[in-house]
């Protein structure tokens, strides 16, 4: 077992103020939603913070993207060109996922500086991060104004339409922060993960000697 520094500060920076963020919109969210069932604040303080929370995790987010584009960390999230090697490395995953982890099974993913995802991780946060978010990001921006924003709603096929897009990605959130949590218990402690994303530095098994 040795430590391997694979999270830099900007990104445990990005990500903590993005986790906070986002539980931040998903609870006022709620309360815009749900107004008749839930009033922790006034509405108009739920949709002032809900605005001024999501622009600033739109800023967050370029900072990320600039970070990764301008640095050598970019590797990190470089996908595999061969299918057949990914789709293998995918299938082990979810054995390992699914059945390998109860049985005491090593992880079929080796971390190293530039290799931190497993193939699973790769893609899914490459979705994420460079379709679902932009994407939520976009709809947000124009249901905070409509009036100006309201060609553009139009030519999408209206509110309804950008709203329930909006509304389908906040579940998607919601359920992703249960399952990202969970995963990260998954560590050789159940907060493994957790501490290298405060210290930057993950515990991992030594490989064996060839």
């Known amino acids: 077992m040795h430590k391997l520094y694979v999270n830099p500060l900007p990104v445990r920076i ?45 800023a967050n987010f370029f900072l990320w993207l600039g970070f990764y584009l301008f640095t050598d960390k970019i590797k990190v999230y470089h996908p595999e060109l061969s299918p057949t ?76 339409v950008v709203n329930t897009v909006h509304v389908l990605i906040f579940i998607f959130f919601t359920g992703f922060i249960f399952i990202h949590s969970y995963l990260a218990s998954l560590s050789h402690t159940p907060w493994g993960h957790f501490k290298a994303m405060i210290t930057g530095y993950e515990e991992v098994d030594d490989e064996p000697a060839q």
């Open 14 to 58: 990005w990500h903590w103020a993005n986790a906070f963020g986002f539980v931040l919109l998903i609870a006022t969210g709620v309360q815009m939603r749900y107004l008749d069932l839930i009033q922790v604040v006034p509405f108009r303080t739920a949709v002032v913070a809900h605005n001024w929370i999501g622009f600033v995790l739109i």
């Open 85 to 160: 090697k990914y789709f293998r490395a995918s299938f082990r995953q979810l054995q390992f996922y699914g059945y390998g982890i109860f049985k005491g099974h090593p992880n079929p993913h080796h971390m190293n500086a530039y290799r931190k995802f497993n193939a699973l991780q790769s893609m899914s946060y490459q979705i994420i991060m460079l379709l679902v978010v932009p994407l939520q990001f976009f709809t947000g921006v124009l249901l905070w104004d409509v009036a100006h924003f309201s060609s553009m709603v139009e030519t999408l096929g209206g509110v309804r």
